[in-house]
Every structure is written in C-alpha cells, then in structure tokens.
C-alpha cells in the first residue's frame, strides 16, 4: 500500500456558545484536516487542533508545514512503516505535536482499513465504550449550578469543572453543584494552572466533604515541583495536563512522584504512536491516565476514543471538545448516549467513503 495522494486544509468552527477558562476565553475552533489517498483506492484521515498558547502552532503553520514537509514526505509512502515515517517527520518538525498528530492519525487509519478493523482492535481493543466527563467553563455560580442539572438531565455521570480564577468562588460552585446533583455524578476539577500550591491545598481541604473526584493541573506548567507539593498534601489524585507534552515529560513527572494521574491528549503529545509510549511509561509506575482533548472535530475525538479503547490503565475520558461545535464536517463520527462514548464499526477511524 502506497500513499499516492494527500490534500490539508484549515476549517473554522464556531462554537455554539463560547467559554472561559482560567486563562483564556474561546469562541471558535480552528482545526486542519489532512486527507491521504491511497494506490488500493483507502482514504486515510487525520486532524490537527493547534493551539497557540497549548501546542505553540497555528493553523497556518500547520497548512505551512504540510505543503513543506509532509506531503513530500508522505507521498509514495507505506503507511505500515509508520515508525520510520514519524520518527522523520519528528526530526523536521520537533517543536509541530498537533501537525505530527494529524500525520500520526492518517497512517493509523489507513492501517486499519487495510486490516478491516475500527483502530481500536487494532490497538489493543481492551474494552469497546467509555464515560465522558462534559464540562462546564468558567460561569457565574447560578448559571453554572443550572448547567451542572441540564448536564445530568441529559444522562452525563462525570462533570468537569473550570475554575482557577477564585477559590472562594470555585468552593462555592462544588459545594452548590453537589447539593444540586447528590450523587448522581462525579465532580472533577481543572484549575487550568491558575492556582499556588497554598490555594490548591486549601481548595481540596475545602470541598472534601463534597467528594471532587480529582484535581486536574493547579499549579504553574513549568514548576513540576508545585505538582508534586500539591500531591502530597491533599488525599484526592492530582492530574498533570499542561505540564505533560513530551515522553520525557511523562518520566520526570512519574519518576519523581509529582502526580497521581496524566491526561494525554493526542494532537499535544504528537498523535497516537507518542500516546502510547507515554501511557506505557504511566502503567510502568502505576499511574492511571485520562484521554483528553482540544477543541476538536468529531475526528479528532474519534482518535482519541479508539486510543483510549486500547489500553487497560486509561480509565478516564474527557472527550467532549466536539459537542459545541457547528459545522464539524465530522459530526456523528462518534456515538454519545448517557454519557457513556461508542466508536463506529466501520474500519479505521470510521469515516464513510
């Protein structure tokens, strides 16, 4: 199997009402598509979500890097050398995760096509759905409480909450949802970085008596060593997100007891061949792992679905980057019913000739 032809493009997406995170307000997503044709007449996918401020690209020098290096390299390519052919485009484009992952996800698909299985057998097909947490940004309590009930009405188990800007505030909104909701759902908690270690402590003291499942990155990115203060003094798992977007990143993480969990998001990471030896050195030290996301086409979940089906130590999900957004030319790529997430069973990614 031959690569014979590829074309990318960038695709604005609105979203259907834009949310606030504790650094950053968004309106829309811009994702890049990579489509890749093949001499045996399969069509492989793949999806980029740059992201300035997270993966340090745009989406024009993701359209930049495809017409420069990719598709040249690419083209007359065999997909089942993937090793070789990342392992290259790693060395053009080392500081390019969200572009590598576009790449990384059309040579997986293309070779589950050509096997006739979903990517998540061909990965492993540890186990065929997972629950997603859905979340809910940065609002004004009573607003957030009344999404917290929309959310559960709609059948949603785990809700995942912004906050970072105010502890008081973020408090406040745990003790309120938990009222609202009992024990319906989990709470889990994303601080976004915008805490000290002092606040993040005092957070979880604060609402553990209303049970918050975990605490996803608090501190600063660039001082692990405030992930780790934080981990040792609070009783519920501390996440590293921002922190993590490298292998070695991972080992330090684990190696020195910084964290409790990792959340691995693909189009950060560099795709789905990176996810795996980052997830494999996560179960080497015991450490659990969440499968997470951008603002991302159905595509892009759909990759990150068929990953996180894989393996047995991935047993979170925060797959909900498609669900507000208009004119995904992926939308019905995954399958959401009561919270719980569903792959296609056509071959590959599951995208329909």
């Avoid at 199997?1 to 968004?26: N, Q, V």
């Avoid at 299985?117 to 009344?146: F, Q």
């Avoid at 188990?157 to 973020?170: A, I, Q, R, T």
Wanted: hydrophobic share 45%; proline share 5%; charged share 25%.
């Amino acid at each position: 199997m031959k690569i014979t032809r590829l074309e990318c493009w960038a695709h604005a997406m609105p979203l259907t009402e834009p949310y606030t995170i504790a650094y950053e307000t968004i309106g829309q997503a811009v994702n890049v598509f990579l489509k890749a044709e093949t001499d045996n007449g399969l069509t492989g996918w793949g999806c980029a979500a740059p992201d300035l401020a997270v993966t340090q690209e745009t989406p024009e020098m993701v359209v930049a890097a495809f017409n420069n290096i990719i598709e040249p390299f690419l083209l007359g390519a065999d997909p089942f050398q993937y090793t070789r052919l990342l392992e290259g485009l790693h060395k053009f484009l080392p500081h390019h995760p969200s572009t590598l992952a576009m790449a990384d996800m059309v040579l997986f698909d293309l070779m589950a096509q050509k096997a006739g299985e979903p990517l998540y057998k061909l990965l492993g097909g540890y186990r065929n759905s997972i629950a997603t947490s859905i979340t809910i940004g940065i609002l004004p309590v009573t607003e957030t409480v009344e999404r917290a009930r929309d959310f559960i009405r709609k059948g949603f188990k785990v809700l995942k909450l912004k906050g970072g800007n105010d502890v008081e505030e973020d408090v406040e909104k745990v003790a309120r949802i938990r009222e609202a909701v009992g024990n319906r759902a989990e709470i889990r908690f994303d601080a976004n970085q915008g805490y000290t270690v002092e606040q993040a402590i005092a957070f979880i003291h604060r609402t553990e008596h209303y049970k918050v499942e975990l605490l996803e990155q608090p501190t600063d990115k660039h001082n692990e060593e405030l992930l780790k203060e934080v981990a040792l003094n609070v009783p519920v798992p501390v996440m590293a997100d921002e922190s993590l977007m490298t292998l070695k990143d991972v080992f330090h993480l684990t190696s020195r007891g910084c964290i409790d969990m990792i959340n691995i998001k693909l189009v950060k990471v560099g795709g789905i061949l990176e996810g795996l030896h980052i997830n494999s050195v996560a179960k080497a030290d015991n450490v659990e792992a969440m499968v997470g996301c951008m603002d991302e086409s159905a595509l892009g979940i759909a990759a990150g679905l068929h990953f996180a089906l894989a393996r047995p130590n991935i047993t979170y999900a925060d797959l909900d980057g498609h669900l507000d957004l208009l004119d995904d030319p992926f939308a019905g790529l995954v399958r959401l019913e009561e919270g719980i997430l569903y792959p296609g069973e056509r071959a590959g990614l599951g995208v329909s000739a």
